[in-house]
Nanobody, 126 residues
Framework: QLQLEESGGGLVQPGGSLRLSCAAS????????IGWFRQAPGKEREGVSC????????NYADSVKGRFTISRDNAKSTMYLQMNSLKPEDTAVYYC???????????????????WGQGTQVTVSS
């Protein structure tokens, strides 16, 4: 069974950092485009960042550019989202996602992805 499981969420003060992890089981992340999405209460799920399967190309939402970094470790079947300079408006449930595709770019659209984690809560508050 193909599964993704996030970890690393929690409560952090404004200006702080967190690193989210997403471990894949039942498959490896080779040849998968990966993405991170988030959903705040009362809002639609939105794209945060994605990383292509082959070229290393990335896309970021304007709201997180320069603060968040997406990465992957295919040997560990794990993807990461390093979040720095966190703001209260970053508070949301964060989801990881993956799609099997051999493509040089990635798509920051939730309908593009086949596999999803269950989400991890990130709360930024003093």
């Amino acid at each position: 069974q193909l599964q993704l499981e996030e970890s690393g969420g929690g409560l952090v003060q404004p200006g702080g950092s967190l690193r989210l992890s997403c471990a894949a089981s039942g498959f490896t992340l080779d040849y998968y485009a990966i993405g991170w999405f988030r959903q705040a209460p009362g809002k639609e799920r939105e794209g945060v960042s994605c990383l292509s399967s082959s070229s290393g190309n990335t896309n970021y939402a304007d709201s997180v550019k320069g603060r968040f970094t997406i990465s992957r470790d295919n040997a560990k079947s794990t993807m990461y989202l390093q979040m720095n300079s966190l703001k209260p408006e970053d508070t949301a449930v964060y989801y990881c996602a993956a799609r099997p595709v051999d493509y040089s770019d990635c798509v920051l659209n939730l309908y593009y992805y086949n596999y999803w984690g269950q989400g991890t809560q990130v709360t930024v508050s003093s």
